[in-house]
């Protein structure tokens, strides 16, 4: 299971947008990097001023949110718009990955956290992007199986956003949670292994 799995009904809700972008002359290519670069903009945000205004850990969810629409929106205006294109599908991973690592190792600024435990979470994500990139070389499809995928790794730290700035939450309780995200990244790396090898068998 997935958050993935309501990719198709999130897009239906995008598409009437996405054709705004279109024809605005939008491109698939400048809506990826635009969101990396803002993601960027808001991981440095909160690991600079977050811990004096907690606060400011609401951006992680509000642009977790918006972050996912733009991942979608790229992808439907190079799939229906005929934008698709080599360079695209290497900045469609790269800046993913990039703004992944930034947004989760901004809470490194959350007092009393195991960077240790956020290190771990990053690296294990980046290698549960590459098993499902690697379905592509062994001619199966790109993998996108859970239960830690993209989608539920923004969900976790949108949640976590949403309890640090009351203070709800505290460091060890981040560390915790981002143990048991990369525990769930090892997993879901292996099944995204299993299913492409059994998709070419």
């Given amino acids: 299971m997935s958050i993935y799995a ?9 598409r009437p947008g996405v054709r705004g972008l279109h024809r605005a002359g ?22 600079w001023w977050a811990p004096a205004q907690p606060l400011l850990y609401l951006a992680l969810p509000l642009w977790m949110l918006l972050r996912m629409a733009l991942n979608a929106v790229d992808g439907m205006l190079a799939r229906e718009f005929g ?3 080599r360079l695209g599908a290497y900045l469609n991973e790269l800046c993913d990955l990039l703004a992944d690592a930034a947004l989760y190792l901004s809470l ?20 549960c992007e590459y098993a499902g990139v690697l379905g592509l070389m062994v001619g199966a499809s790109r993998r996108y199986d859970g239960p830690m995928g993209k989608s539920d790794r923004a969900f976790v730290i949108g949640v976590l956003g949403v309890l640090l700035a009351p203070g709800w939450i505290d460091g060890a309780v981040v560390g915790g949670i981002a143990w048991a995200a990369a525990a769930l990244c090892v ?7 299993k299913h492409g090898l059994a998709e070419t068998g």
């Fill in 6 to 14: 309501l990719k198709g009904r999130f897009q239906d809700l995008l």
């Fill in 26 to 47: 939008v491109t698939a290519n400048t809506v990826t990097v635009a969101a990396a670069l803002v993601s960027l903009l808001v991981a440095a945000a909160v690991w």
């Fill in 83 to 85: 934008q698709q294109s």
């Fill in 108 to 127: 490194l600024s959350v007092p009393g956290v195991n960077p240790a435990a956020l290190w771990t979470l990053t690296w294990m994500a980046a290698v």
């Fill in 187 to 193: 997993l879901t790396g292996w099944r995204r292994v």
